[in-house]
């Protein structure tokens, strides 16, 4: 069964954000508590969302999204932040069903793709997403601003701010 998570979901969703990090290496990065999911997928204006797998009444998946826009579409689309069904389960169509899900609403919705990014390690993933007819995007690379250099960028800097190097200019 997928359905729209829910708010009791939480303990769960968060349960499976921990073992997919460390099923990717770095379950030392995640610093998300339920407090922070809660707020986000269920406060006054939620931003991102969640589905949920359940199988025998557990929560055994979710996938995690929100949306973007794409202006040469003109139209939002879906990213995909994180996928997981427990190994325990997998092979049974969850993971392809919170997939459609995802197509269905976009669909529905008029929006113009879903997609997400996979570790180039990831072949089991991979291999999966191309079944279902997914393509990858190799020309693109990914970059992220993060930590000190996020906060350099974003903290009064940025904009040509002068700094005291610039003190000569």
Known sequence: MIRPAAPEDVP???TLVRRLAD????????KATEDD??????????????????????????????LTFSTWLGRHGIYLEDLYVSPS???RGYGKALLAELARIAVERGYGRVEWSVLNW???AIGFYKALGAQPQ???TVYRLTGRALEDL?????GGEPGPEDADR
Not at 154 to 158: F, I, M, P, S, T
């Open 89 to 91: 389960v997998r092979g």
């Open 12 to 14: 769960a969703i968060l």
């Open 154 to 158: 974003g903290g009064g800097r940025a």
């Open 122 to 124: 990831n072949t089991p």
């Open 23 to 30: 099923y990717e290496r770095a379950l030392h990065e995640v």
């Open 37 to 66: 999911l809660r707020e986000h997928l269920f406060g006054p204006q939620p931003r991102v969302f969640a589905h949920v797998a359940e199988h025998e009444g557990e929560v055994v998946g979710f996938a995690l999204w929100f």
């Open 138 to 140: 190799d020309e693109w």
